[in-house]
């Protein structure tokens, strides 16, 4: 724990003392400085049904810090460095990740918040007109995360490693092209390398209608292309809001040519590139009434029968989403099952100044192709869900949230999901800024 709380120590001190330095040698390499913080304690209450493991009891607290400044005086060059460290105080009683916790037997439900410290901001900006150009460790989150996203649910939050340009010099319309060439984050493990490309555009036709249009190329997994539509509708006291958005994956474009990521033709006796065909839509429409929240969702992925036996993949998936925002916040689909996923939920909840904000969601599941049952028996049944949070303001105290969340997961038919998952968190969240 000692070496994590140096870590945020020593990147006030270097950035401090990298600013001083450079003004007594008359070199203006850093200035202008703004430093951003985040510190957000949490418990996490986890029991994962299943006989082979204890609840879990996670207290866990994340710290981030982030020095951002206008670099050797040129108008529009800024460089950030920042820090995540998660501590969890000696705290154990919870793994950390799916298969073993520190003294290798798994004895207790997984809650994915390792204790460690990481650099999760390590980069160069420069903004010249309507471009933006940028290289280095950065968070990126596109849309509503559903295929790129940075888990900031997660206390070690996701950062990638990218070179990208974004531009919006003709009205209306943001355009997108970025590499990425590396993740850090979320689970205890070294820099994940990639060879990914993301194309992101969107044109604003009127509050009413945006058009998005995206195409995710992830080296040796698919190539996800979409469109979606969303937009946003007063009418006096009711504000309407939608989105209708369509997806497909296909093979990747981009590859590294390893046996492990292509597949063997026991026909011709060759390694072949990777075959993929699957699909996603999304439905959604919500509204508040005078604070009343209501809505309706409807979110379809692809999945493969158990007829098929051919090589390619047809189950659609999302590595990259910010997947606790989807399916449920119990965790149940962060993977798509390979018969698919039909999600079909709706929310009620009230929202006021003073109040803060009360939420409850009902999902059912179901696959869509069957899948088999712990006794071999055909079923399509993933089971339901039912979440509720409530968020406000803590009173007296400038900046500072609270936060009580609940996920209850009633068990299915199908293998895997037979078991039922009761999740209940209390946060505080702390942001502050200064320059």
Same mark, same amino acid.
């Given at each position: ?312 993949? %047809?189950? @659609?998936?999302?590595? =990259? &989403?910010?997947? +606790?925002? *989807?399916?449920?916040?119990?965790? $149940? ?19 006021? %100044?003073? @109040?803060?904000?009360? =939420? &409850?969601?009902? +999902?059912? *599941?179901?696959?869509?192709?069957? $899948? ?64």
């Amino acid at each position: 724990m000692k070496k994590i709380t140096m870590s945020a120590v020593a990147l006030t001190a270097i950035m401090g003392s990298f600013s001083s330095v450079s003004a007594a040698d008359g070199i203006s390499i850093l200035d202008d400085l703004k430093f951003d913080a985040e510190i957000r304690p949490r418990y996490e209450f986890v029991d994962d049904g299943l006989n082979a493991t204890s609840n879990a009891n996670a207290l866990t607290a994340r710290t981030k810090l982030k020095v951002t400044g206008n670099l050797f005086g040129v108008d529009g060059l800024s460089a950030s460095v920042g820090v995540i460290s998660v501590n969890n105080f000696g705290f154990e009683e919870y793994n950390w990740n799916t298969s073993n916790n520190y003294d290798g037997l798994k004895r207790y439900s997984v809650v994915m918040d390792p204790q460690k410290a990481i650099i999760s901001n390590a980069e160069i900006n420069y903004k010249v007109g309507d471009t933006l150009l940028h290289a280095g460790r950065g968070q990126v989150n596109l849309d509503n995360q559903r295929f790129i996203g940075t888990v900031g649910w997660r206390q070690l939050e996701r950062s990638y490693d990218s070179v990208f340009i974004a531009n919006n010099s003709i009205k209306n319309l943001s355009v997108l092209a970025a590499w990425v060439y590396g993740l850090q984050g979320v689970v205890d493990a070294p820099t994940t390398d990639t060879n990914t490309v993301l194309l992101h555009a969107a044109y604003t036709v009127a509050p009413a209608l945006k058009i998005t249009a995206y195409d995710y190329m992830i080296a040796n997994i698919h190539d996800t292309y979409g469109l979606a539509l969303t937009g946003k509708v007063k009418m006096d006291s009711v504000a309407l809001d939608y989105r209708a958005e369509y997806a497909e994956q296909n093979d990747p474009t981009m590859e590294i040519h390893q046996h492990g990521a292509d597949y063997f033709d026991p026909i011709t006796g060759l390694w072949k590139s990777k075959q993929v065909d699957a699909s996603y839509y999304n439905l959604d429409i919500g509204a508040n009434i005078s604070g009343v929240l209501v809505g309706a969702n409807y979110e379809y992925m692809s999945g493969k029968s158990l007829t098929d036996t051919s090589a390619t993949t %047809k189950t @659609f998936t999302t590595p =990259l &989403a910010t997947g +606790h925002k *989807f399916n449920g916040w119990a965790d $149940m689909f962060l993977g798509t099952p390979r018969g698919g996923l039909i999600d079909m939920n709706a929310r009620l909840g009230y929202k006021a %100044k003073g @109040f803060g904000k009360l =939420l &409850a969601v009902y +999902h059912e *599941f179901t696959a869509d192709k069957n $899948m088999l049952d712990a006794v071999g028996v055909q079923t399509d049944d993933l089971g339901s869900e039912i979440d509720a949070v409530y968020v406000n303001k803590i009173p007296g105290v400038k900046d500072l949230t609270g936060m009580l969340k609940y996920a209850d997961f009633s068990k299915g038919k199908v293998a895997g999901y037979d078991h039922d998952v009761q999740k209940f968190w209390v946060q505080l969240d702390y942001k502050f800024s200064s320059k």
